[in-house]
């Protein structure tokens, strides 16, 4: 039981989708020319750790928040099946093993990345939920950085292929978390966060920021076709230009049927393109390198 709960602490689905994306980067740096199943393995590690460790201290400082929502009462730390003691020692473990992996793996500058997203994460975006909507925000910065810890982590560099994908995954992220908070907004709202961009809660304000910023992604997502990385990184081909298109008409009309119907149930549909959306573009780009290399 006590594995089952350290699990939990660590949210495994939403790490697993964060260290994804780290990886998908990592395999799109130019130097990284074959898969190499042991780096993978290994980034996924550290990336596990580190993102973990930022949901541990997430646990930990909202157990009294959490333990009010159904959603998260039975978290291991707010139901009480763990003291705060426990979850610190666990979160300040796995977040050390897992900067101190990805730097002494791939590079020292991954791995100041991969600090100061959990630094961002537990001790930035967490407190500030209570306090103003700007916590989406601040909470869009450690939620992109994986894009860029993978590819510098692949690149030995900062380069401008690392910095395209953290727009991806910046800009995505506001529509994604406004559906979400859109679709527990009596639990959020009850306890006191603040995570949708009008105070008044789900209102045709925060519909219209949602197909707004789901436009926004356009431009965003088409930037390798307009930088040079088709020709020196193989990043831009004819497959993912296709599938970002498809993508992104997909996540805009999900946008538009919220701001029109005002519903939930659309607001769910949202939340859950969104979790197809960004997966789909990442792999479309790396099957584009892959094709020509």
Known sequence: MKVKDYLMLMKPSLSIMVVFSS???????????????????????????????????????????????????????????????????????TGIIGVVLLGYWFNWMAASLGAF??????????????????????????????????WVAGDDQFSLGGWVLFAFQFFWQFPH?????????????????????SEQGPTRFTALQTVLYSLLLVPVTLLPFF??????QGMAGKISVAVVIFANLFMIARSVRLYQTMEVKAARAVMFGSYMYLPLILLA???????QA
Not at 177 to 196: N, P, Q, R
Not at 227 to 232: A, H, I, P
């Open 23 to 93: 990886i998908i980067a990592y395999l799109l740096a130019p130097k990284v020319v074959e898969y190499n199943w042991l780096m993978i393995l290994l980034l996924f590690v550290s990336g596990g750790l580190i993102t973990g460790s930022a949901n541990a201290i997430n646990q930990v400082v909202e157990r009294d928040t959490d333990a009010k929502m159904k959603r998260t009462a039975q978290r291991p730390v707010a139901a009480g099946r763990m003291t705060p003691g426990e979850g610190w020692f666990f979160a300040i473990v």
């Open 117 to 150: 997203s959990l630094f961002l994460y537990a001790f930035i975006y967490t407190p500030l939920k209570k306090i103003n909507s700007i916590a989406v925000l601040m909470g869009a910065v450690p939620g992109a950085l994986p894009c860029l810890i993978g």
């Open 177 to 197: 978390f406004w559906a979400i908070a859109w679709v527990a907004h009596k639990d959020y709202s009850s306890v006191g966060f603040k995570l949708l961009p």
């Open 227 to 232: 930088t040079g990385m088709s020709t020196y």
């Open 285 to 291: 780009l790396l099957l584009s390198k892959t094709v």
